[in-house]
């Protein structure tokens, strides 16, 4: 009996050694493992055709870059008022229109004007009055046909009469208007040159007691860019810092400024205070265009400089190639600053002043996708 269990086990033992056999045949080889493969790494064939360039240093000042809108110097705003009430019977002017100084600009009937001419030409009238009986009280008093007080009486008269025309007078000249005024019209001009920002009047309309603004002219050679800065970005915004001025419109075209107001109060939303930049106005600059200001600090930095043909913009990011042992070129990620006047690029981080890369990143870019 125990020879024919030992006989049984080891059949079972050979045929289980033979099944093994049999599958380690027919399986795949084991896969070989390849660790620590540097994917920044690029190999080339003939490094040579690649010019290398030297990234340089330079001296630059520190960078805040927002953005803003154009407004008016609301010193430069001035009011056109009428002091006339009445009712406007033409309008010569419009908004957005370049006015001269001394240009008529409306029109209007009014009772206030004819009211005044009126008073005017009574007070006229009451000191010519006042002066013939002065002059005839004084040939009495030289005569001794009359006495002192009454020659003072009269002179008295006299004087109160001027004043009375002298105030009739100031009067009318507030309303825009002369004594000699007969049909009640007065018309409102232009006190000083330049662009109708603001008007407040229609066709045929009332125009309000006196004191109305009917338009607001604006003197449009000095602009003001006016910036929202967040609260964190402050520190490095200070009075009579340079900026920089580029608009949406002419992207192509940079305005030179100075910082003359920071703003006292923070958005309590955006956390963000106002900052206005003086510009003086070329004659490109229209009130709201956008505008991508650019603060410039007073203290200088040393930044790194390459040709901006090294620098390829990839997936939002920058980077540069630089030059590795055996044919072989390695990606390097870098922070981009601002471009520079003869085809530079400067960097912020990333890259030192004296290492080499290669001169036009995007040629060895294709090179490599080939």
Request: proline residues 5%; glycine residues 8%; negative net charge.
């Amino acid at each position: 009996m125990t020879t024919r269990i030992c006989i049984a086990i080891s059949l079972c033992v050979a045929c289980a050694k033979a099944h093994a056999l049999d599958a380690a045949a027919g399986a795949p080889p084991p896969a070989q493992v390849v660790s620590d493969v540097d994917l920044t790494l690029l190999s080339v064939d003939h490094p040579e055709q690649f010019p290398l360039a030297t990234a340089a240093a330079r001296e630059s000042s520190p960078e805040l870059i927002v953005t803003g809108v154009v407004a008016p110097d609301v010193n430069r705003n001035v009011p056109v008022v009428s002091m006339a009430s009445g009712r406007v019977i033409a309008i010569y002017a419009r908004v957005g229109d370049f006015v001269r100084k001394g240009q008529v600009l409306l029109r209007l009937r009014s009772d206030d004007v004819s009211g005044g001419v009126s008073d005017y030409r009574k007070a006229v009238t009451d000191e010519a009055l006042a002066r013939a009986q002065f002059e005839r009280t004084k040939d009495l008093y030289e005569h001794g046909a009359a006495a002192k007080s009454d020659l003072e009486v009269a002179q008295n008269a006299e004087d109160k009469a001027k004043v009375d025309v002298q105030t009739k007078a100031e009067h009318l000249r507030l309303l825009g208007t002369a004594g000699d005024n007969e049909s009640g019209f007065v018309s409102l001009a232009a006190p000083v040159s330049g662009v109708i920002t603001d008007q407040q009047v229609t066709g045929a309309a009332g125009l309000q007691a006196l004191g109305s603004t009917a338009f607001t002219i604006s003197d449009l050679s000095r602009v003001w860019i006016v910036c929202d800065v967040y609260e964190n970005d402050l520190p490095g915004v200070r009075m009579g810092d340079a900026a920089e001025v580029r608009l949406n419109a002419y992207p192509g075209q940079v305005l030179k400024g100075t910082i003359g107001n920071i703003g006292a109060v923070l958005d309590p939303n955006l956390r963000t205070a106002k900052v206005r930049i003086e510009v003086l106005n070329p004659g490109i600059l229209r009130l709201g265009m956008f505008a991508t200001a650019t603060f410039l600090g007073q203290k200088k930095e040393t930044h790194t400089v390459v040709p901006a043909s090294a620098v390829l913009h990839l997936h939002d990011r920058d980077w540069v190639y630089l030059p590795a042992p055996k044919n072989r070129f390695r990606r390097v990620e870098v922070a981009a600053g601002r471009a520079l006047d003869g085809s530079l690029q400067e960097i912020k981080s990333g890259l030192e002043p004296g290492q080499q890369l290669v001169a036009d990143a995007l040629v060895l870019d294709h090179a490599v996708e080939q």
